[in-house]
């Protein structure tokens, strides 16, 4: 059964810093890793989407990297602003499935 | 554009009365997904559905049916609620093309208390 953690929990850093969040999974028979931006009672933001045969994606100041032979994932945020505050969860796809499974998240907390 | 919609937003009901969550999108999207979020479980996947007249259950399927009667609708029923129902859900879509697997959208969420 594929499980999904995600190190840290929570991430508190002050602004204008860089930073990474990790994403690690126990089954490299992956389809796809989503990375997803989740704001206090909301619904979930797809960020990127890395496909099996890709190794990395890039959005504005986000870059997404896939390492599937090690079953991890990092997420880049470059000059992390307050308005990135939110909890960044991560998801992946099973081969033969399109039913996502997630990780519980990290919350990242940007001072100013 | 294009929207995945769900409704009602909160909704409090009692234990074993039935309940109905609609989810509505207008991306023309093949797959629809039901998932649940509980503090210290993160998400979880109901049920599924790659098309008209598809559906499958998911993790946590128990307690919970739906039926896809179109492309743009999945509802969700909760047959004769519990208190462990109790917990935000999330409807979400996507786009199957061939062997690409594409990214999934997700609604806004519908708060459930079941008293």
């Known amino acids: 059964k594929q499980e999904v953690t995600q190190i840290p929990a929570a991430l508190s850093v002050p602004e204008g810093e860089n930073l990474v969040l990790n994403c690690s999974f126990t089954?490299?028979?992956?389809?796809?890793l989503q990375w997803f931006r989740q704001d206090p009672g909301k619904g979930l933001t797809s960020l990127l989407l890395?496909?099996?045969?890709?190794r990395e994606q890039t959005s504005g100041r986000l870059n997404a990297s896939l390492d599937k032979s090690s079953g991890r994932s990092t997420l880049y945020i470059a000059a992390s602003q307050p308005g990135d505050s939110a909890t960044y969860l991560c998801?992946?796809?099973?081969?033969?499935?399109?039913?996502?499974?997630f990780g519980k998240g990290t919350k990242l907390t940007v001072n100013p | 554009d294009a929207e995945i919609t769900q409704s009602p937003r909160h909704k409090i009901t009692e234990t074993g009365r039935q309940v109905t969550l609609a989810c509505h999108q207008t991306?023309?999207?093949?797959?629809m997904f039901w998932y649940r979020q509980d503090l210290g479980h993160g998400l979880r996947l109901i049920h599924y559905?790659?098309?008209?007249?598809?559906?499958n259950k998911g993790e946590v399927s128990d307690g919970y049916s739906v039926s896809r009667s179109n492309t743009e609708d999945l509802p969700l029923t909760l047959e004769s609620a519990a208190s462990s129902q109790t917990s935000v859900y999330f409807c979400?879509?996507?786009?199957?093309?061939?062997?690409?697997?594409?990214?999934?959208?997700f609604g806004p969420g519908t708060r459930l208390t079941v008293l």
């Open positions: 979400a879509s996507s786009e199957s093309t061939g062997t690409i697997y594409n990214e999934q959208f």
């Open positions: 089954d490299s028979a992956i389809y796809n």
């Open positions: 890395i496909q099996s045969s890709q």
């Open positions: 998801a992946v796809t099973q081969g033969g499935s399109e039913k996502l499974v």
């Open positions: 991306w023309n999207h093949n797959n």
């Open positions: 559905s790659y098309g008209v007249q598809d559906t």
